[in-house]
C-alpha cells in the first residue's frame, strides 16, 4: 500500500478528530497570524476549519481525494480545497502564512527542501512559515525498514527531523526563526506523546 492509499484509507473510515490541534491554537494566539493562509496537507480539515472560524482565508491542499471531498462540500466561506501535492505546487501567488503540521515528515528530505524553497517564495514580506515536525527524539525512531536516513517504513513512511538542521536550512533560505522548541507535551494523541518540533519562521 502507497501512502497515499495508506492515508485514503485513514480518512476513509472517518479517522481523528475535528478538535483544533494545541499547534493550529497555540500559532493562532501567540502569533497572531492574519490574512491568507495555506495548509500543506490538510488531512481531515481540523486545522483549517479552525482557522476559517477565526477569520483567516484559507487554502487547503491534500492529496486524498476522500477528505478533499467532504470539505469542499461544506462550502466554508474563507476556504477553498484541493487535490494537491504540497511537495509540487507550483506557482499559487503569494500567502501571509503557509502551516504545515504534521507533513514534512511524511516526505523525503528533498522534497521537504524544495517545499521549503517553495514556502519562501510564496510568502509575503513578514509572512510566517509554521511548521510542526517529529524529532529524532520521539519513540517511534527506528521502528520498521530504514529507508534513508532518519526516515522508517511501517505501515506507512515516517521522516523524524534534527532540530538544529531545519533551524540552518530556514534561515539558509532567508527565514528569520522566530520560535523554536523541541519537547513531548505539544501533540498528545490518547496514549501516544511525541516528542516533535515547533518552529515558526518569518520571511523578512
Known amino acids: 500500500m502507497s501512502d497515499k492509499e495508506f492515508w485514503e484509507d485513514f480518512y476513509s473510515n472517518k479517522k481523528g478528530t475535528l478538535t483544533p490541534s494545541p ?7 501567540e502569533h497572531q497570524l492574519k490574512g491568507s493562509l495555506i495548509e500543506l496537507g490538510c488531512g481531515n ?4 476549519i479552525y482557522f476559517i472560524k477565526n477569520e483567516l482565508e484559507v487554502f487547503g491542499t491534500d492529496q486524498c481525494e476522500t477528505t478533499i471531498g467532504r470539505l469542499s462540500d ?7 480545497f484541493e487535490v494537491k501535492d504540497f511537495t509540487d505546487l507550483g506557482a499559487l501567488g503569494k500567502f501571509d502564512n503557509i502551516y504545515s503540521r504534521f507533513t514534512l515528515h511524511s516526505v523525503s528530505e528533498k522534497q521537504a527542501s524544495q517545499t521549503l524553497v517553495w514556502a519562501f517564495d510564496s510568502l509575503t ?3 510566517k512559515l509554521c511548521i510542526e515536525v517529529r524529532s529524532i527524539h520521539d519513540e517511534l525512531y ?9 526516515a522508517f517504513v511501517t505501515d506507512h513512511y515516517r521522516r523524524f527531523v ?5 533551524t540552518k536550512e530556514l ?3 532567508g527565514f528569520n526563526i522566530e520560535y523554536s522548541e523541541e ?3 505539544f501533540a498528545i494523541y490518547k496514549d501516544e506523546d511525541p516528542a516533535v518540533i515547533r518552529i515558526v519562521a518569518t520571511k523578512s
Open 162 to 166: 534534527r532540530i538544529e538542521e531545519l
Open 23 to 29: 499547534f493550529a491554537e497555540y500559532v493562532l494566539k
Open 74 to 80: 461544506l462550502n466554508l466561506q474563507g476556504g477553498k
Open 183 to 185: 519537547s513531548k507535551g
Open 171 to 173: 534561515e539558509t533560505l
Open 142 to 150: 527506528g521502528e520498521g525498514e530504514e529507508v534513508e536516513r532518519d
Open 45 to 48: 480539515g481540523r486545522d483549517s
Open 125 to 127: 514580506t513578514g509572512g
